[in-house]
């Protein structure tokens, strides 16, 4: 049976995972404690005896509201006396560790099944709390919570080799898989996908899809097809779902997200000759958003409830199509304010 050790409530961010600067994160001998508990089990073991353990049933993160109405991940605080239960042992994974080199796992107390409905879902309806209505206090604890669902849900998912059928055996961190047959190591996949907002220079291109939530629009998005580069995949994606060409292309930023399994995003902007914005749609729906429509999509802080009025809203600030969107809108005021100061003088 699970016994918890201790519940620490209103536990932070791990400050190496997400929160802190740059040189913080890249702290070398930081890195190299983590890779080594990556690679030797008996010091992994030892690690998880001194550990925070940050829980999640069914793949969801178990979260507590504080005091301050702030929402903060739960963990299990071990003290290296009290003795760990199997599953403890067995089924935590590696997330990384604090700056003063205290290991941190993941475990999932809840059944080791997929809820079948949550591999399409989006973030916060997939954490069943209402993160979306108050997201400012919770954001900086989202990647990490991200990295651990991501590795629970591939070794819940990884229990088989695909070669020979037999089982496969974890290493202590949950960091890969080894056939108990044949000795093929797994590591933790992800499939490379390209997201890119579309410009004619006065406007942007949103699509939905019939999965998404009720007035949802975000930038396009596809899957790269194996043998492709991230400029090809992004002008057949375009191509295929609004029938547009794509001329001009640059590089945003990326970011790793964990549905349905494992996705590495690498977002762009791209833009069409304004001479050819005829949309020509595969998806439920693709149109093209003026600022003002974009500015106020962007206010809309809750999805629309069943029985509002129709609302269009956007991704929550923690995906990387937001991010898109929003340096967009930030470029076009910009652009504007320059091209008003120009008239002025
Ligand atoms: N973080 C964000 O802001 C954000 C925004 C939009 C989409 N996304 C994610 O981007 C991903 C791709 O977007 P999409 O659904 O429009 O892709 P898509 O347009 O390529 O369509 C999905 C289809 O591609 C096929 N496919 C090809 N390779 C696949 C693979 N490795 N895994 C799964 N399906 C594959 C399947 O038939 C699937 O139904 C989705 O997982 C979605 O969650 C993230
Ligand atoms: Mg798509």
Known sequence: MFRPLKILIGTKCPPTRCCSAFVSRMRFSNLQYVNRLKEDDEAC???????HIFLFHRLSPLLQRTEHRTLRPTALVCSGTEP?????TEESVLIGCSEENQAQFCLDVGKNILNPGSSL???PETLNVPVLQDPSPYEPDLCF???GQALLRWNQTSGFCSTTGQPTHRNRAGSQRVCSSSGIIYYPKMSPVVIVLVSDGKRCLLGRQSSFPRGMYSAL???CDMGETLEETLRREVAEEVGLEVHSVSYSSSQHWPFPHSSFMMAFHAS????HTQVSCQLEDARWFSLEEITSALQVKTPPRRGDPPVVWLPPKHAIGNRLITEW??????????DTTEEDV
Not at 272 to 275: N, T
Not at 329 to 338: E, F, G, P, V
């Open 45 to 51: 073991a030892a690690a998880l005896q001194n550990a």
């Open 84 to 88: 760990q239960n199997h599953r403890t």
């Open 121 to 123: 879902s989006w973030w």
């Open 145 to 147: 919570l991200l990295q």
């Open 221 to 223: 998005a596809g899957f």
């Open 272 to 275: 069409v000759s304004p001479a």
């Open 329 to 338: 809108a930030d470029r076009q005021r910009r652009s504007s304010l320059s």
